[in-house]
């Protein structure tokens, strides 16, 4: 078994491309992820009478969860800025001083937390100081972690895309090494099919799926379902706008871009409805949201070959 630090510390060793300031950001957002872990496990799942910047209601953990992961990114002398899901602003840490900045949605799928469903926290790191202006394509690493029955670490840096597992005395191991997602679609996530009783078209591509004997596997979580696709190396995702959410629900800086990034180091695509890739649009507003279709780059295509049938 190869833990996290010493995977990292080979890879450096063997292709000099992940810099050891970087593999220290890593090593921080993985063990903040362990207290995250633990507050997931132990504390209430209630709500907490606040409302969030996306005007949303947090629960207790959500709040917990973002300090812990600001918690630590405040102690680093390498952290020049960080953004969270539940903050309005970005907050400047070491500013030009710092090297990274990071956006993070400390627990992804809050909802699903009192039905003792799987839930995630999703991180991007870009060089240098804040986000605006860039994009996915400036991406150095990202991840998520998936709060399940075991916890497990995607990690995303160089090119390629790997799974840690937590190991019962607190420390990640190597389980899954240079993950590829295949290009055609076994399994689907359709996320927002309330769109398919206005969107013809997203109805359309509900019936392909069926149609074609595909298997619905939807947990109602963007890391869950995701994850889904990079274990059984297929599958696809998707989330469109609809008039409740005319530019889409996800948010590009700490969930969509993050992700695509993470999908195109193993071989699959990302997208918005339109087919634009994820990683080209520009970050202009830290809670920016947009549309999504992620997974097996065939299926992403014949999505939005339906999505966009005039
Ligand atoms: P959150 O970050 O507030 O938890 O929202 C994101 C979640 C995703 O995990 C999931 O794919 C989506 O929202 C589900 O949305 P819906 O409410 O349409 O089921
Ligand atoms: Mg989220």
Not at 276 to 281: E, G, K, Q, T
């Amino acid at each position: 078994m190869q833990s996290l630090h010493n995977f990292l510390f080979e890879h450096n060793k063997k292709k000099n491309n992940l810099p050891a300031n970087l593999q220290r950001v890593i090593v921080e957002i993985m063990r903040a992820s362990k207290y995250a872990e633990h507050a997931i496990r132990t504390e209430e799942t209630g709500k907490s009478g606040e409302t969030n910047i996306q005007g949303e209601e947090q629960l207790a953990l959500d709040i917990k969860c973002d300090q812990i992961f600001c918690n630590i990114l405040s102690d680093s002398e390498l952290i020049a800025k960080f953004a969270s899901e539940e903050q309005e602003h970005a907050v400047s840490i070491n500013g030009e001083a710092g090297l990274y900045s990071v956006a993070f949605d400390p627990l992804d799928g809050s909802s699903l937390l009192d039905t003792n469903g799987c839930v995630g926290t999703i991180f991007g790191i870009w060089e240098g100081n804040g986000f605006i202006g860039k994009s996915g394509n400036d991406l150095v690493a990202a991840g998520y972690i998936q709060y399940g029955p075991r916890t497990t670490a995607i990690l995303s840096f160089a090119g390629n895309t790997h799974e840690f597992t937590l190991s019962e005395i607190g420390e990640y191991h190597l389980s899954k090494e240079n993950i590829s997602v295949h290009e055609n679609a076994t399994i689907f996530a359709m996320g927002n099919l309330r769109a398919s009783t206005e969107r013809p078209e997203y109805k359309a591509v509900l019936d392909y799926f069926l149609e074609k004997k595909k298997t619905l596997r939807y947990a109602g979580g963007m890391v869950p379902d995701i994850n889904s696709i990079l274990c059984k190396h297929s599958g696809i995702f998707t989330y469109p706008s609809h008039s409740a959410y005319p530019k889409g629900k996800l948010r590009l800086l700490y969930e969509c871009a993050p992700m695509a990034y993470i999908m195109n180091n193993a071989n699959a695509s990302a997208v918005d409805e339109f087919g634009n890739n994820i990683s080209d649009i520009k970050i202009t507003e830290l809670h920016q949201r947009t549309s999504i279709v992620l997974g097996s780059t065939n299926s992403v295509e014949k999505v939005i070959e339906i999505l966009n049938k005039k």
